[in-house]
């Protein structure tokens, strides 16, 4: 399976503010895949990446919001945008390889 | 739209005893997963099972699938404290679109 190095794994931003969270892979992958997890939920897709091409987003999020980058085939980032403390959840990198499903170790974001 | 139902939510269970979580879905897919998530971690995959009969074994933790009935169950043998976490399935998109949609978690708490 993939291994997945996802920072930073916390950060507390201020209202208003945008942060960066970064997925590197150590295997080449076509898809990778940003989910968000609020608080005592479950894992909520946002938007698949594809090398090369726009990401595709689930209803609900949209690129203004969330824009992503996947600049080669073993990384990509998220951008979570103008935050409010709605926004305070744990986002996950994810990647696909061999039938399963290899998750990074999470970013836990406070928005104050 | 593919949806992804399990229960029970919430189980407190004592040590030694068994029980069964159960993963219901609502469209044809043939791949399924389950997950562990202790709190403020990312997801640990259990097991992956690709065809309708599957049968996986780990330790005290086993899960089939029932692709005709839609169905997907983790049983628990023997309870102990350790396993306590939060336990996710989730199933391929029925479009291949190498997604996959989770349930809504349940979590596990083994009382010593």
């Known amino acids: 399976s993939a291994v997945i190095s996802q920072k930073p794994s916390r950060d507390i931003c201020q209202r208003g503010t945008s942060l960066t969270i970064q997925c590197q892979v150590d295997?080449?992958?076509?898809?990778m895949f940003w989910y968000r997890q609020q608080p005592g939920q479950s894992l909520t897709l946002i938007a698949t990446a594809n090398q090369g091409s726009e990401a595709t987003y689930e209803s609900g999020f949209v690129i203004d919001k969330f824009p992503i980058s996947r600049p080669n085939l073993t990384f990509s980032t998220l951008t979570v945008s103008n935050m409010s403390p709605e926004d305070s959840s744990i986002y996950l990198c994810s990647v696909g390889i061999n039938y399963g499903y290899t998750f990074g170790s999470g970013t836990r974001l406070t928005v104050v | 739209e593919l949806k992804v139902e399990q229960n029970p939510l919430f189980l407190s269970m004592q040590e030694g005893k068994n029980y069964t979580i159960y993963c219901n879905y609502s469209?044809?897919?043939?791949?399924l997963y389950w997950y562990r998530q202790d709190p403020g971690k990312s997801l640990e995959s259990l097991f992956v099972l690709l065809s309708n009969g599957a049968v996986k074994q780990e330790g005290r933790l086993m899960a089939s699938l029932d692709t005709k009935a839609r169905l997907s169950t983790l049983h628990i043998t023997a309870a102990v404290h350790d396993l306590s976490a939060t336990y996710f399935c989730a199933v391929d998109s029925a479009f291949r679109d190498d997604k996959i949609i989770f349930g809504k978690g349940t979590r596990l708490h083994i009382l010593p």
């Open positions: 295997s080449q992958v076509t898809m």
């Open positions: 469209t044809t897919s043939d791949r």
